[in-house]
Nanobody, 119 residues
Framework: QLVESGGGLVQAGGSLRLSCAAS????????MAWYRQAPGKQRELVAEITSGGNTNYADSVKGRFAISRDNAKNTLYLQMNSLNSEDTAIYYCNAEITVIGKLYPKMYWGQGTLVTVSS
């Protein structure tokens, strides 16, 4: 199970930090990622991070957002700075998790957390 937190209402230019905690019988976690879906638009990748710490960002957030993870806590973070109205969306956590006792990983999604940026 993935549970996000940290969303909310923020003024343009402000910052927010999202968290996503994996719980349950977590054996190992491969790539973790943040996606977002704005009203009327398709879900898009925001940033991803491998188990080794390699990162990849959407062009629209490069230099403003930072993805990180705490492997000991099975937790993913997204630090969002210099927010603007185009960042308004529901943000979803995504992770490839191998459950204890299973051989193969499975993709899991969080329930989403709403980020609203007011101009």
């Amino acid at each position: 199970q993935l549970v996000e937190s940290g969303g909310g209402l923020v003024q343009a230019g402000g910052s927010l930090r999202l968290s996503c905690a994996a719980s349950g019988r977590v054996g190992s976690i491969n790539t973790m990622a943040w996606y977002r879906q704005a009203p009327g638009k398709q879900r898009e990748l925001v940033a991803e991070i491998t188990s080794g710490g390699n990162t990849n960002y959407a062009d629209s957030v490069k230099g403003r957002f930072a993805i990180s993870r705490d492997n000991a806590k099975n937790t993913l973070y997204l630090q969002m700075n210099s927010l603007n109205s185009e960042d308004t969306a529901i943000y979803y956590c995504n992770a490839e998790i191998t459950v204890i006792g299973k051989l193969y990983p499975k993709m899991y999604w969080g329930q989403g957390t709403l980020v609203t940026v007011s101009s």
